[in-house]
C-alpha cells in the first residue's frame, strides 16, 4: 500500500510517494545489518542538488561509520574563491553531547548517524560551489566533494493577486560593496544572442540610481506591474567585469503566472475538501514513525538479532569513554594554547621591533579602484572602471589621515600598530589544519552582530595607551548634497560603526581575564569642527550617542573629541616641519592621550600587547585588495608591500578611452614618458599583426630607439637596412633604421614601404618622433598621401612634429609607477610639462601611493680628497640587504622576508595565473646614475649585490631579465634599455638634474620603492 504526503511550505502543492509501513521498516532493518559491512568503505561523500535563487536547499554527508556511536568530530566544508576551506559547519564532542559552530546562513539539528543534512537558506552565489564532509582521522584522500549551484542568475516571483512580477538579480559578488554598475536584460531569443537593457544602474553615495525602461519600476528589484506580451522572455542580470556567460537567464512567462494563479485556486479547493488519499497518507505516516521510533529506541536488541556484533565492535567501558571525553577537553585547549603561542611567535618574527618601533598593517594603503581586464591581441590589459565619487573621497581621506598618523608615530617614536582595511570576516581565516580545532573567540560568535553595518576604518593598538578603534567620513563642505542632512548620515553611520568595533574586539579578546577600554574616534578631516557643531544643533539625541560612544561626560561636547580639518595637516603643510610640529602635537594628544587613563581602565601590558597583535596582524588573519579581477592578499610586512604595489603597477594598465583609440588609423600620441603611449603603439602593432598585418616599425638615427618597442612585442626581430631589406612572410615584424636627417635616404625608405604595401597589407609605426629627424615630418605626408589607408602611428614628447590631417592624444599622467614616485621626480625638478598641450587623461585614483620615499647622502670625504664613492656603494649595499634584499646564500631569513603569500594575477591569456609574492631579490633592483663614476658599482659587488652593466658601445646587447642579478645603467642608456624594477636607486650628480627629461624617466622606470641617493645638503 502506497502513501501520499503533500507539503505546502513552498508555496505549490508538492506530493511526495511513501512506500509501505512494512517495505520501509525492512529497508531500515537491512541498512542496518550492512552497517559492518559498509565500514570498508572509508570514502566521505556528500550529495546536494541546483537550487533556484534565494530558496532552500540541502547537502547530505555520508559517512563510513555511525558518528553518533563512534564520537568522532566532523566538519561540512565550503571550498571558497582561491580554494581556501571555510568550516560552515565544525562539530565535536564533549562529555558525550555534540556541540557545533554553525556558519549564518546554515542550520543544522545535531543529528548525525552514518549520514547528516544541513540545510542552506535562501541559497546566494556568495555559498555556491564546492563542499566536502570531514571526519577526524580521515585523511585527504577519503573526501569526495559535491557541488551548489544557481540554476539561475535572477529570480521571478509572479504576483498571486495583481498582474505584475518582480526580478531579483543575483551576482557573483557583493556589488554593493564593490560599486560596481549593473544591468537587466531582456532577451530575443534563447542563444541571448539580441538583448535590450531594460534597466541600467550606477552607485551614488552607496544607493543605486537607475534608468528603466517604460513599463517597468526598480525599488530594489525590478518590478514589472503587468505582464504583458512584450515583457514576456528571458532576462539575465550583468554587472561590471562579470562573464556574460555565467548568466543563466530567467523566464518571464504569462502563461506560467495564469497556471500559476489556477494552481493556488485548486489547492484552495483542496483544502476544504481533503481526499481519501491524504487521510490514508497520514495513518500511514503515523505507523511509520511509530515503526522507526521503536526500531531506534531498542536498536541493540534489533541489530542483535539481524546483525550480530563482531567481538571488536564491543562499545568501551564507561570509564574509558570518561577518559576519552576528558582528553578531548584537553586536546581543545591545549590546541588553543598551541595556537597562540604560534602567533605571537611569527608576529615577532615578521616584525622584528615589534616592541621598539611603529608599524602600519598594510604598511602602504590600497584605493578601491576596481578594474576589468580585457584581451587584447593576446595581451590581459587591466581597465579602471568608472570611478565612484564616494569611494574616491574616502579614500583620498584615508591616504591623508595616515600620512598624519605616519608622520606622528615618527616624531614621537610612538610605539604602536596601525591596522587598516581589515574586515570581520578576515579575523583568523587563514588558518592550518592543525589549529582549526582552537577554540579563541571569532567573529561568528558574536550575537549582537548587525550584518548591515560596516568595519571599522582604522584600529590603533599601542603599547602603552591601549586599543582604538577608528571611522573616517569624508563629507565635506565641497560636497553638493544638503551638507546638513549629509552630516547627520555620515556621524549616525560612524556612530553605530564604532559602537560595533568596540564590542566585537571585546568580543574577540573575551577569553583574557581583563582587557584595556576600546576607546573610539571619529575623524573628519575635509570638515571644520564649527561645521560640525552647527549641523548637530538640531539633533540631541544624536549628540547623546556621541557622548556615550566617545566617552565623554554628560556636559562635554563630544565634537571636541573628533579630529576635524583643524587637526590634521593638508598635504602642503605635511611638508612643513614647522607647521608639522603643531598638528602633530594636536594629532597626539587627540588620537591618544585624551581620555586613556582612567582609574579603572586595565594596562596594556606587553603580553597583552603581543597577544592582540599576533590575532589581528599576524598570519592568520589575512585580507584581501578589493576591486581587483582576481584576489589578490594585502601585504603586512614592508617587503610584501614592495612587492604587491610593484605587481599593480607592472600589469598592463590603460585607461577605456586610450583602449577606444585602437580603431585608429592615423594617430599622433604625445606626452612624457611612462604614460602608456608605447604600450598602447605596441597593443595597435600586436593588433594589426593579428589580422595578418606585416608590421613596420621605423626607428630614427640612433637605430635603437625601437628597443622598448621589441621588449613590450616580446618578439624577434629581423634588421632591415633601408631598401635593401629582404621579403618578409606576411604577419611578421621588421624594423627599418633610417636617419631622417638626411633627405635622399629617406626618400628611398619612402619608396621601400610603398613597394612593399603594394605586395602585402602593412602597418607602421614609429616610437619617438623628436629623435627622428628633420625630413620626418615629410616623410609621414608622402606615405600618407601615396598610401591611403595605411595604418601610421606616431609617438613623441611633444607636438612640433605632427603632420597635417594627424589626429593627436595627449596622455600626461605616468599609469606605470606610483604618485609617490611622481611626486619625487617634480621635487627632484624633473616635472615633465609638454607645452600647450591639454590633459586628456581621465581621472582615477591609482592603485596605491605607493611606499614612502627613501633617501641616503654620500659619505663626506676629507678634506682636500677625492671622494671615494665605493664606500657609498657599501652603504647602500648595506642598506638594500638590511632592509629589501636577500641573498640566496643567506641562510638565515632577513627582517621581514619570513611572510610570502600566494597573490594571483592574470597573465597573458592565462586568466588563472597565480603569481607569488616572493623574497625580493637583485633582479628587482635597478641602480641608475647621472654621472660616469663606477666607484659606486664596484662598493655595490664589494657588498654581495650581483650587478649587471650594459656597455654603452653595444646598442643592441640584451640584458638576460632572468637572470638574478641588478641591473646597473647610466641615465643616458635609458634611450636603448628601458627597464622597470621594483626598486630604484636613482644616483644623483652633484649639479642634478643636468637633463630633467632624462631623469624623469629614469626616476618613473620604479615601480614601487624609490631610493634617491642625494650630496649632502
Not at 539 to 565: I, K, Q, S
Not at 939 to 947: A, E, F, M, P, T
Request: charged letters at 25%; a neutral charge.
Amino acid at each position: 500500500m502506497a502513501g501520499v504526503l503533500v507539503s505546502l511550505t513552498s508555496g505549490l502543492p508538492r506530493v511526495y510517494y511513501l512506500p509501505s509501513v512494512l517495505l520501509h521498516y525492512l529497508i531500515i532493518v537491512s541498512c542496518c545489518c550492512l552497517y559492518a559491512a559498509s565500514a570498508q568503505d572509508s570514502k566521505m561523500k556528500c550529495t546536494s542538488m541546483s537550487v533556484a535563487p534565494l530558496e532552500d536547499t540541502t547537502l547530505t554527508c555520508h559517512f563510513p561509520e555511525d558518528l553518533s556511536v563512534t564520537k568522532k568530530d566532523f566538519t561540512v566544508y565550503h571550498y571558497v574563491k582561491g580554494g581556501s576551506p571555510d568550516a560552515v559547519v565544525d562539530c565535536w564532542w564533549v562529555r558525550g553531547e555534540v556541540g557545533c559552530a554553525v556558519k549564518k546562513g546554515f542550520e543544522y539539528n545535531k543529528v548525525v548517524t552514518t549520514n547528516l543534512t544541513v540545510t542552506l537558506k535562501g541559497v546566494t552565489p556568495a555559498i555556491t560551489g564546492t563542499y566536502a564532509c570531514q571526519v577526524a582521522g580521515y585523511g585527504p584522500e577519503s573526501l569526495e566533494t559535491c557541488e551548489i549551484k544557481l540554476d539561475k542568475s535572477c529570480n521571478i516571483i509572479y504576483e498571486r493577486s495583481g498582474r505584475g512580477a518582480n526580478i531579483t538579480c543575483f551576482f557573483d559578488e557583493d556589488i554593493k560593496a564593490t560599486r560596481r554598475n549593473f544591468s537587466v536584460y531582456k532577451h530575443s531569443d534563447l542563444e541571448k544572442q539580441g538583448k535590450q537593457a531594460v534597466a541600467k544602474c550606477y552607485w551614488k553615495e552607496r544607493q543605486p540610481q537607475c534608468w528603466v525602461e517604460n513599463g517597468y519600476i526598480f525599488d530594489r528589484s525590478l518590478w514589472i506591474p503587468e505582464v504583458t506580451s512584450d515583457k514576456e522572455g528571458n532576462y539575465s542580470c550583468w554587472h561590471v567585469g562579470s562573464n556574460t556567460e555565467q548568466h543563466e537567464p530567467c523566464l518571464l512567462s504569462g502563461a506560467v503566472k495564469n497556471s500559476l494563479m489556477e494552481d493556488t485556486d485548486r489547492h484552495a479547493d483542496q483544502q476544504g475538501n481533503p481526499s481519501l488519499a491524504i487521510g490514508l497518507s497520514v495513518t500511514i505516516v503515523v505507523l511509520l514513525t511509530a515503526a522507526i521510533v521503536v526500531s531506534l529506541r531498542y536498536r541493540k536488541k534489533v541489530l542483535s538479532l539481524f546483525c550480530p556484533r563482531r567481538p571488536n565492535d564491543q562499545e568501551p567501558p564507561v570509564k574509558e569513554r570518561h577518559t576519552s571525553m576528558r582528553k578531548s577537553v584537553v586536546d581543545y585547549e591545549m590546541t588553543t594554547k598551541m595556537f597562540q603561542e604560534y602567533l605571537e611567535k611569527e608576529i615577532q618574527a615578521m616584525f622584528p621591533k615589534i616592541l621598539d618601533t611603529f608599524y602600519f598593517v598594510p604598511p602602504v594603503y590600497f584605493n578601491k579602484t576596481s578594474f576589468n581586464t580585457q584581451l587584447v591581441a593576446g595581451q590581459a590589459v587591466y581597465v579602471p572602471d568608472p570611478a565612484d565619487p564616494y569611494d574616491v573621497r574616502h579614500d583620498q581621506a584615508m591616504q591623508h589621515v595616515l600620512n598624519c598618523l605616519h608622520h606622528m608615530a615618527k616624531q614621537y617614536q610612538e610605539n604602536m600598530f596601525v591596522l587598516t582595511q581589515f574586515k570581520y570576516d578576515d579575523y583568523l581565516n587563514n588558518i592550518g589544519n592543525e589549529f582549526r580545532k582552537h577554540r579563541l573567540p571569532v567573529p561568528a560568535g558574536f550575537t549582537k552582530e548587525n550584518q548591515n553595518i560596516q568595519c571599522f576604518d582604522l584600529m590603533v593598538v599601542h603599547r602603552q595607551y591601549g586599543v582604538l578603534v577608528g571611522v573616517v567620513k569624508a563629507v565635506g563642505e565641497n560636497v553638493s548634497e544638503s551638507l546638513n542632512d549629509l552630516i547627520v548620515n555620515e556621524v549616525t553611520e560612524a556612530v553605530h560603526e564604532l559602537k560595533k568595533g568596540a564590542d566585537m574586539i571585546k568580543h574577540l579578546m573575551s577569553d583574557q581575564e581583563q582587557f584595556p577600554t576600546v576607546r573610539q574616534i571619529l575623524i573628519l578631516p575635509n570638515m571644520a569642527r564649527t561645521t560640525l557643531k552647527r549641523a548637530l544643533d538640531n539633533h540631541p539625541g544624536l549628540v547623546e550617542v556621541m557622548r556615550e560612544c566617545l566617552g565623554t561626560n554628560a556636559v562635554r561636547d563630544p565634537t571636541e573629541l573628533c579630529l576635524c580639518a583643524e587637526d590634521v595637516a593638508d598635504e602642503q603643510s605635511l611638508q612643513d616641519p614647522r607647521i608639522l610640529s603643531g598638528v602633530t602635537s594636536r594629532l597626539r594628544h587627540s588620537l591618544l592621550l585624551a581620555d586613556s587613563t582612567t582609574k579603572d581602565n586595565v594596562p596594556m601590558t606587553d603580553e597583552l600587547y603581543l597577544r592582540v597583535l599576533s590575532r589581528f596582524c599576524g598570519p592568520a588573519t589575512q585580507s584581501a585588495l578589493e576591486g581587483q579581477c582576481q584576489s589578490i592578499s594585502l601585504p603586512k610586512t614592508r617587503i610584501e608591500a614592495i612587492s604587491t604595489t610593484g605587481d599593480l603597477y607592472q600589469r598592463v594598465m590603460l585607461y577605456p578611452e586610450m583602449l577606444a583609440l585602437l580603431t585608429e588609423e592615423k594617430l599622433f600620441l604625445v606626452g612624457p614618458p611612462n604614460t602608456g603611449k608605447t604600450r598602447l603603439l605596441t597593443l595597435a602593432g600586436k593588433t594589426w599583426r593579428a589580422r595578418g598585418h606585416d608590421l613596420y616599425v621605423v626607428s630614427g638615427p640612433s637605430g635603437s630607439r625601437d628597443s622598448a618597442v621589441w621588449t613590450f612585442l616580446n618578439q624577434s626581430t629581423q634588421n632591415v637596412e633601408g631598401a635593401q631589406a629582404d621579403i618578409a612572410a606576411p604577419g611578421s615584424v621588421l624594423k627599418i633604421n633610417c636617419n631622417f636627417n638626411k633627405k635622399k635616404e629617406m626618400e628611398d625608405t619612402l619608396k621601400h614601404l610603398i613597394k612593399k604595401r603594394g605586395e602585402n597589407v602593412l602597418c607602421v609605426l614609429a616610437d619617438d618622433a623628436d629623435s627622428m629627424g628633420t625630413h620626418f615630418r615629410q616623410f609621414c605626408k608622402d606615405l600618407s598621401s601615396q598610401c591611403p589607408g595605411l595604418p601610421l602611428w606616431i609617438t613623441s614628447s611633444s607636438q612640433k612634429n605632427v603632420p597635417e590631417g594627424w589626429k593627436v592624444e595627449t596622455f600626461t599622467r605616468a599609469i606605470n609607477c606610483p604618485p609617490a614616485v611622481v611626486r619625487e621626480a617634480a621635487r627632484a625638478g624633473a616635472n615633465f610639462v609638454v607645452p600647450s598641450c591639454r590633459d586628456q587623461t581621465p581621472f582615477c585614483l591609482s592603485p596605491t601611493d605607493g611606499p614612502e620615499v627613501e633617501y641616503i647622502y654620500h659619505r663626506k670625504g676629507r678634506a682636500l680628497t677625492i671622494h671615494n664613492c665605493t664606500e657609498c656603494g657599501q652603504m647602500v649595499a648595506d642598506f638594500l640587504l638590511k632592509n629589501f634584499i636577500s641573498r640566496k646564500d643567506t641562510s638565515m631569513a632577513t627582517d621581514e622576508e619570513t611572510m610570502s603569500a600566494s597573490t594571483p594575477f592574470m597573465s597573458g591569456e592565462e586568466e588563472s595565473a597565480t603569481l607569488k609574492r616572493s623574497v625580493l631579490t637583485c633582479k628587482d633592483l635597478l641602480v641608475l646614475y647621472e654621472d660616469r663614476r663606477q666607484q659606486l658599482i664596484d662598493g655595490l659587488k664589494l657588498s654581495g649585490i650581483q650587478v649587471r652593466t650594459l656597455q654603452a658601445e653595444a646598442r643592441n646587447e640584451a640584458f638576460d631579465e632572468k637572470m638574478d642579478c641588478a641591473c646597473v645603467l647610466h641615465i643616458d642608456q635609458l634611450t636603448t634599455y628601458r627597464p622597470r624594477r621594483k626598486i630604484v636607486v636613482y644616483v644623483e650628480d652633484k649639479n642634478s638634474p643636468r637633463d630633467p627629461p632624462k631623469k624623469w624617466r629614469g626616476i618613473t622606470s620604479c615601480t614601487s620603492q624609490l631610493i634617491v641617493m642625494k650630496w649632502n645638503p
